[in-house]
């Protein structure tokens, strides 16, 4: 049978077949040095916002967690007081909100040489799991934003009021240290995105007014 010449094709790019949202990428500067370390499910899930982040912010690094691995190059410890060679002398740091973490504002005034950031990227119940298996993600001191009243994110069951996906934390750390107008042109591409995901999971191009 032959194809319609109507008929979507995926993009390449994106993923998406009725709603690509290449064209939508918004142009997006920023000086953060961010890794996300990502849970080794959340590399087959659809709903993973770090992929988006990784597509708007080029300082960003992604790497895959291991329970058994070895200690990551960009982690500091007493025995490699260097980070990594892409990293410079930036401090490594996790944002994960915590009782010993410092407000982040409060943190980069006090580290006039730069950090790097370390975000989980995983569900809330998977990143707790991840920081109480490795130890040197334990010894990293913590950081924590100040979290906007709600999240655009419905993407997934189970979420507690309160919790923000990555691409939300990566928003708000921007509005926090450089740019709120920056941080407002994520935001508004990623409402923009959720649309477009719910249109492609349903399998219909976004109605447009």
Not at 43 to 58: C, E, F, M, P, W
Not at 88 to 114: I, K
Request: overall charge positive; charged content about 20%.
């Amino acid at each position: 049978m032959n194809q319609s010449p109507h008929l979507a094709t995926t993009c390449v790019r994106c993923g998406f077949q009725h709603n690509c949202y290449c064209d939508a990428i918004p142009t997006i500067t920023s000086d953060l040095s961010i890794t996300l370390l990502t849970h080794p499910n959340e590399t087959s899930r659809a709903t993973n916002t770090g992929q988006i982040v990784k597509q708007l912010l080029a300082n960003t690094h992604v790497d895959i967690w291991q329970r058994k691995g070895p200690i990551p190059s960009y982690i500091a410890s007493k025995e490699r007081p260097s980070i990594c060679e892409h990293k410079g002398n930036a401090t490594p740091v996790l944002v994960f909100p915590s009782e010993s973490s410092v407000p982040l504002t409060q943190w980069q005034s006090q580290h006039p040489r730069g950090s790097h950031f370390i975000l989980l990227d995983a569900t809330w119940q998977e990143a707790r799991k991840m920081l109480n298996r490795s130890e040197w993600l334990q010894a990293l001191p913590q950081v924590s934003i100040t979290p906007p009243a709600s999240s655009q994110y419905q993407l997934r069951r189970n979420q507690q009021s309160g919790n923000l996906c990555t691409f939300e934390v990566v928003a708000q750390m921007i509005n926090e240290l450089e740019s709120d107008k920056t941080a407002r042109t994520m935001l508004a591409f990623f409402k923009d995105y959720l649309a477009r995901y719910q249109a492609e999971r349903c399998g219909h191009r976004l109605d447009r007014p």
